[in-house]
């Protein structure tokens, strides 16, 4: 299974909230082949090939949240968790991606806004992915080919015959 999905899986604990998810963030982390490096946020990873993940818990106001997306963006890790809670009435995780999306140049950086009372997600700067799994077989065969047709076809248009000023016809 894929990292971001094994961090999706992740429950609210009932107790010790804080300390309960950055063992079990931790622990998953280290299946995945991640170190814990010093990083200003929450909890930052690191692999031997240099990918890093970051992570950020955020449960107060809307200047806190762009704070700690701020950090989450200079860290520069590959993939960032943004975990929040819908029960602190402060933002949806809509507006928290408006708010990234807006304020932020998050370039190949993949953000993943994380509800942790109801598991919802948000992943941002992710569509790529999404499209490359989209593709069949047959479609990544038929454009690898090399016949040089192109995989879109132009418009055709009729041609249209006759004189000025007169009534055209088409074939």
Request: aromatic fraction near 12%; hydrophobic fraction near 35%.
């Amino acid at each position: 299974m894929d990292f971001i999905d094994e961090i999706l899986k992740v429950k609210k604990p009932r107790t010790s909230l804080v300390d309960t998810l950055a063992e079990q963030y931790s622990s998953i982390a280290f299946k995945f082949g991640y170190l814990e490096a010093q990083s200003p946020c929450w909890l930052y990873f690191m692999r031997k090939e240099g990918e890093a993940a970051a992570f950020e818990l955020q449960f107060g106001n809307v200047s806190e949240f762009k704070s700690s997306l701020e950090r989450l963006n200079k860290s520069g890790a590959q993939i960032c968790f943004f975990i929040t809670s819908s029960l602190a009435h402060t933002m949806r995780l809509e507006a928290v991606r408006g708010l990234l999306t807006k304020n932020f140049q998050i370039k190949n950086q993949k953000y993943v806004l994380l509800d942790i009372e109801t598991g919802r997600a948000l992943k941002v700067n992710f569509e790529w992915e999404d499209f490359e799994k989209g593709m069949t077989e047959d479609e990544r065969k038929r454009q690898s080919d090399s016949s040089g047709k192109p995989l879109f076809r132009e418009v055709r248009r009729k041609k249209i015959y006759g004189h000025r000023g007169e009534h055209k016809e088409q074939d």
